[in-house]
Nanobody, 121 residues
Framework: VQLQASGGGLVQAGGSLRLSCTAP????????VGWFRQAPGGEREFVAA??????NTLYTDSVKGRFTISRDIATVYLQMSSLKPEDTAVYYC?????????????????WGRGTQVTVSS
């Protein structure tokens, strides 16, 4: 099962991008979904997550107030604003084993291939 992340690109610092995550072969309407990112040479780290019904969201501290995660029946979005060079990474979406939002990679069992986000200074 493959998730598809899209919407990455090259943007100047202070700019915005919106990432999308879909699951063409299945639905994740009953699952929590998370966004993670991995910079070159770094670990894959948690960015944001949303519960199955969209009522609960989690963010890592460095993106609070700048990124917003949301979802509709078929897509999970990550709206990124006021982007900084340190946001540069490959961004991955993942579907959780359960319905809750989670910060832990181990709670996610389906992952997308990732989309590159590059923020220039």
């Amino acid at each position: 099962v493959q998730l598809q992340a899209s919407g990455g690109g090259l943007v100047q610092a202070g700019g915005s991008l919106r990432l999308s995550c879909t699951a063409p072969a299945r639905t994740f309407s009953n699952n929590g979904v998370g966004w993670f990112r991995q910079a070159p040479g770094g670990e894959r780290e948690f960015v944001a997550a949303i519960s199955w019904n969209g009522q609960n969201t989690l963010y890592t501290d460095s993106v609070k107030g700048r990124f917003t995660i949301s979802r509709d029946i078929a897509t999970v979005y990550l709206q990124m604003s006021s982007l900084k060079p340190e946001d540069t990474a490959v961004y991955y979406c993942a579907s959780a084993r359960g319905s809750l939002a989670s910060r832990q990679k181990g709670n996610y069992n389906y992952w997308g291939r990732g989309t590159q986000v590059t923020v220039s200074s």
